[in-house]
């Protein structure tokens, strides 16, 4: 008897798939691969006592009150404004390009006002396809050659591992520009990280007396035994296709974690390097986090062709088998027996927000045809 719903995969997706499913009075099995909850967000703590992201730094930032008020019906706060430096040309720089910035690298001493028509003229004085045609383009149209060669250029070499015409225009959307001095690299009216951790958060999300959680499992392998009514997958979209259209190219990274005898080892929580060393960034927790200890701990990001899956690559080819797989989905949601939510099932970036809002919206709609 088709009675209760399966949600493939405990991160924030599919925790809020859970919860907005067993508040509405449905059963709810959790089924995950990995022997944690809490997916790509999870938390914990380290040998040393310090609290770490064990998938790499996660900032909360959203402008959606209605997400905001979800997720603090799990969590208190750590109201934390995040700030990135870039170290360009020996020195450390705001990043995202704000009045600081460029009067650091140029020296120039321009006001805030001035700041639009510097960028103006440094795009007018470059080359480059209008519209945008690739990710090379959608810079160089917003900032000039110039900064796109100290801060972009090579550090999307290292992270996608290809030439940046490559890359569709799209991701340089995600690329924020200041007029101003203002440092922070989030604009959004709430800021911060769950004051006890991501994981905690979601444990609270699946605290509920309709989920239960199976971890360590396969959904594939025991898709045969299971005859749920609804089926929420999270995992990877061409996984469940079976490759039928091909496989599709995800970056992973190799984190490397080193702990100091330091209160602090870096002057900011993240520190980007676009054209020195191999890592693209390190990020020092504490900071984020508002840990008190003597002792810090620092996440050194390695980007890698393959492992476990962190990013989405938006090439033409990508895109072109994506569409492919998109249209096997829209057939099986038709059947409103399946849903398909978040950055691996939909082949897509979302920020954290993003991925809460749309699962609430969607098992939303579900429930009212229900």
């Known amino acids: 008897m088709k009675d209760f719903c399966v949600v493939i995969g405990a991160g924030l997706a599919g925790a809020t798939a859970a919860r907005v499913l067993a508040e509405a009075g449905e059963r709810v099995l959790i089924v995950e691969k990995?022997?944690?909850v809490a997916g790509?967000?999870?938390?914990?703590?380290d040998e040393y006592g310090v609290l770490i992201h064990a998938y790499g730094p996660h900032i909360f930032h959203t402008d959606n009150s209605e997400v905001f008020r979800f997720l603090s019906r799990f969590t208190k706060w750590h109201h934390y404004q995040h700030k990135v430096?870039?170290?360009?040309?020996?020195m450390l720089v705001p990043f995202p390009?704000?009045?600081?910035?460029?009067?650091?690298?140029?020296?120039?001493n321009i006001s805030t006002s001035e700041v639009k028509d510097f960028l103006k003229s440094e795009v007018k004085r470059s080359t480059f396809n209008d519209p945008p045609q690739n990710f090379?383009?959608?810079?160089?149209?917003?900032?000039?050659?110039?900064?796109?060669?100290?801060?972009?250029?090579?550090?999307?070499?290292?992270?996608?591992?290809?030439?940046?015409?490559?890359?569709?225009?799209?991701?340089?959307?995600?690329?924020?520009?200041r007029s101003n001095r203002d440092s922070r690299y989030f604009s959004d009216r709430y800021q911060g990280l769950p004051k006890f951790g991501y994981t905690?958060?979601?444990?609270?999300?699946?605290?509920?007396?309709?989920?239960?959680v199976l971890t360590s499992c396969d959904y594939f392998e025991i898709v045969k035994d299971l005859k749920a009514k609804f089926t929420v997958y999270t995992g990877l979209l061409d996984e469940f296709f079976d490759y039928s259209h091909g496989r599709l190219e995800y970056r992973s990274l190799k984190l490397v974690f080193e702990t100091y005898d330091e209160v602090h080892h870096q002057a900011a929580s993240v520190v980007n390097y676009p054209n020195d060393y191999d890592w693209t960034r390190i990020t020092e927790f504490k900071y984020m986090t508002g840990q008190k200890s003597d002792k810090t701990t620092l996440c050194y990001e390695y980007?890698?062709?393959?492992?476990?899956?962190?990013?989405?690559?938006?090439?033409?080819?990508?895109?072109?088998?994506?569409?492919?797989?998109?249209?096997?989905?829209a057939k099986l949601e038709e059947t409103r027996e399946y849903l398909f939510l978040g950055r691996l099932a939909e082949y897509k970036y979302y920020n954290m927000d993003q991925v809460v809002k749309r699962s609430i919206d969607q098992v939303s709609n579900w429930l009212k045809g229900e």
Do not use: C
Not at 97 to 108: K, S
């Open 34 to 36: 990995l022997n944690h």
């Open 40 to 45: 790509h967000v999870r938390d914990e703590f």
């Open 85 to 90: 430096l870039s170290y360009v040309d020996g």
């Open 97 to 108: 390009i704000n009045r600081d910035t460029i009067a650091h690298l140029f020296g120039v």
């Open 136 to 177: 090379e383009d959608a810079v160089i149209s917003q900032v000039g050659e110039r900064l796109y060669e100290k801060f972009f250029k090579n550090y999307t070499i290292k992270q996608w591992s290809r030439d940046p015409k490559e890359l569709s225009a799209d991701v340089a959307k995600r690329i924020p520009t």
């Open 200 to 212: 905690k958060l979601v444990e609270k999300m699946l605290d509920h007396p309709q989920i239960s």
């Open 303 to 329: 980007p890698l062709d393959k492992g476990e899956p962190y990013y989405v690559v938006m090439s033409d080819e990508n895109v072109k088998k994506r569409e492919r797989y998109m249209k096997e989905v």
